[in-house]
């Protein structure tokens, strides 16, 4: 052993109670000293030197060997050389090069540490302190200028710079030390380190910037746990609320958050919102990530303890993120507290990780981030010869098998060129749940046939030609961007089927997040090829197709972004055309995900589709089945399109994972019912 490091850590301390076990970052400062002199390439071995029983655990659970330091040497007046010296001779063995290293420097680099250890072993210096650069002036209390003369004041650049001793590590030739007797010897050198690194933990103060300073120093390090359980205010949102005329809350949350909590769940990484508050945007905020939520909880904590043992977590292996006091009992219970930077004080004591971005700022996608860096790289898919499905990211929102099912109301042309009605229906759409709207984009001189555009129409707004009434049907730029900016306040996605090829290019000139190809397109080849060449997912609904049609269309668009929908063109459609098992058949020839446009009446049908693995559903929604209007008669009223959304996320957890077991409800009719006999 050439190098060996010490590491002194009394049990007292006069300015900060058990200073060396205080959590910076999450981490007890002796466990940071330990981890900076293992990470350095240089140190061969680490001792903690230590009288205390607390200390001792948590040094050998980093790594360390710990040197119990006898009461004599454990005083407040006992040197920090005579500790390295006792624990020299307990080793019974002298390394080339020791090394003290101080629990009071939160932030020990260890390639500065390294750098240090190197001009010893190289023979430039017999010791080396650790010092931060300064070109400071210094007086005494006399007044007199310790290393200036106060008549000549060279500038900063004229002067040379002094060091300061920050106290964080001192390497020595080990001969040196047991020659002198202290630390300061021979050649001595200085090993510069960066301000930020230079900060000594000696009172609360201290302790409390360290803390602060933290998330930003320290290198972000992969979270490795089962389960994420987050607080909802001032975690998904920026902790404030805005009120609008009618007193509903709305609050700011970062869309980033979505796609993080997709990557987790696709990671095998169990998530649960839990909150105090009794706000319904709470649950609407978690049905949009898919992830089950406990609301209007009096003590997060016990009900934290149950829902551990019912998913059979182990709770050092799950993480709590919260921001506020009642945040501290539930992050207690787990093995990884962690909290926002903007959290309270007592909060960010208690975090062993403290994130960077701050709530409704991507708070949960960098945690997310994290958790997903911890996990192992998936195992090469074996070869098979039927394709995966999906799933098919649709801006933050992921669409295939095992994630939520993408629920779509289709406005179509039921707003019939009214953009109040439009926004209405919008309304009836994210209040039930959905996660997008879809409309119909024309070029009415492209696509009403020659021979019906002269063809006269009795309309709400009077006697006209069938031309001119598909044109006083159609939203322009105006239009949509109004319905684009209100869809983003709804937190709606919104696209639309567009029928011909200028408006493909309208539409990617709204910077819609998917395209639609109704089931009248897919033999349309122009329109087609001109979707593909957008990049974007790509939507192909197959009403009124056949196999072989559609195996053309899928050559034009590929696979790689691409949803199926099941569909029968009929309406409203009748049972015994809705041929359901096609879905089945969609999945297994083409490998893509495939969902259901439905046009029937009641919800019987959509919600089977779903249990046959529908992984999006789409139906035309209305105020009224009765309005003036081609679709309306066969589209969902907002109580049918809450219902169907409601059952369906019911539906969703019902199906489970398919592996058989005994569940925490059966225990006690298993316990009074069960009869076994030999």
Request: glycine share 8%.
């Amino acid at each position: 052993m050439r190098v060996l490091a010490v590491v002194p850590a009394r049990g007292g301390s006069a300015g900060v109670p058990l200073k060396n076990l205080a959590l910076v970052g999450g981490v007890p400062l002796v466990t940071r000293a330990v981890r900076a002199c293992r990470q350095a390439e240089l140190v061969d071995q680490v001792v903690v030197s230590t009288d205390h029983a607390g200390i001792a655990d948590v040094a050998r659970e980093a790594g360390a060997i710990v040197v119990d330091r006898p009461e004599e040497l454990s005083g407040a007046t006992a040197s920090s050389e005579s500790a390295v010296l006792h624990a020299l001779d307990t080793l019974e063995q002298d390394p080339e090069v020791v090394v003290l290293v101080q629990c009071t420097s939160a932030f020990i680099d260890p390639e500065n540490l390294s750098s240090a250890v190197r001009m010893v072993l190289d023979g430039e210096a017999d010791s080396v302190v650790s010092g931060l650069a300064t070109h400071e002036f210094l007086w005494t209390a006399a007044g007199a200028g310790v290393n200036h003369d106060p008549a000549v004041r060279l500038r900063r650049q004229d002067r040379e710079a002094e060091f300061r001793e920050n106290g964080a590590f001192y390497v020595m030739r080990t001969s040196g030390l047991r020659e002198h007797g202290h630390r300061f010897f021979g050649t001595i050198a200085v090993q510069p380190v960066p301000a930020q690194h230079a900060v000594e933990v000696d009172n609360p103060e201290d302790l409390d910037l360290v803390r602060a300073l933290a998330p930003f120093i320290d290198k972000p390090e992969p979270i490795d746990v089962d389960a994420v359980i987050t607080d909802f205010d001032g975690v998904h949102t920026d902790d404030r609320a805005y009120v609008d005329s009618e007193g509903r809350e709305m609050v700011l949350v970062s869309r980033s958050d979505g796609m993080g909590v997709a990557l987790l769940r696709r990671a095998g990484v169990k998530v649960l919102v839990m909150s105090t508050e009794h706000n319904p945007v709470v649950a609407a905020r978690a049905r949009k990530l898919g992830v089950p939520v406990l609301q209007g909880l009096a003590e997060k904590r016990t009900v934290l303890r149950d829902w551990l043992t019912i998913e059979g977590l182990d709770p050092a292996r799950v993480a709590y993120v919260g921001n506020d006091v009642n945040d501290l009992g539930p992050m207690a219970e787990v093995g990884w507290p962690i909290a926002v930077p903007d959290a309270h004080p007592k909060v960010r004591a208690a975090a062993r990780v403290v994130l960077t971005k701050n709530g409704g700022d991507g708070a949960v996608r960098e945690l997310c981030d994290r958790v997903v860096a911890a996990r192992p790289e998936p195992a090469a898919p074996e070869v098979k010869e039927r394709p995966r499905f999906g799933p098919v990211a649709i801006g933050d929102v992921l669409v295939g098998d095992g994630e939520p099912v993408y629920v779509i109301g289709e406005i179509g042309i039921n707003h019939n060129g009214d953009l109040d009605l439009a926004r209405r229906l919008i309304d009836v759409a994210a209040d039930a749940g959905c996660q997008a709207v879809k409309f119909q984009k024309r070029t009415p001189s492209i696509c009403v046939p020659v021979e019906q555009r002269d063809q006269i129409r009795q309309t709400p707004w009077g006697e006209m030609t069938y031309l001119e009434y598909k044109e006083r049907t159609e939203f322009g730029h105006d239009e949509y961007r109004q319905i684009a900016k209100y869809c983003a306040e709804r937190g709606l996605h919104w696209f639309a089927s567009p029928w011909d090829a200028p408006s493909v290019e309208f539409l990617e000139e709204m910077d819609v997040l998917v395209h639609k190809v109704a089931s009248a397109s897919v033999a349309d080849h122009e329109l087609l090829r001109a979707l593909a060449l957008t990049g974007k997912p790509i939507i192909l609904s197959t009403g009124m197709s056949t196999l072989s049609e559609i195996d053309k269309a899928v050559e034009i668009l590929g696979t790689d972004k691409l949803i199926m929908m099941h569909a029968t063109s009929t309406y409203p459609l009748p049972p015994e055309e809705a041929n359901l098992r096609t879905i089945t058949t969609l999945k297994e020839r083409y490998g893509v995900p495939v969902g259901y446009s439905g046009h029937e009446r009641g919800l019987q049908i959509s919600l089977a589709a779903v249990t046959l693995g529908a992984v999006c559903v789409e139906r035309h929604i209305t105020l009224d089945r009765t309005m003036w209007g081609s679709d309306h008669a066969a589209s969902l009223e907002p109580a049918g399109l809450e219902h169907l959304v409601r059952d369906i996320r019911i539906i969703e957890q019902a199906m489970g994972d398919g592996v058989k077991r005994v569940f925490p409800g059966e225990e006690a009719p298993k316990a009074r019912l069960r009869r076994v006999t030999v």
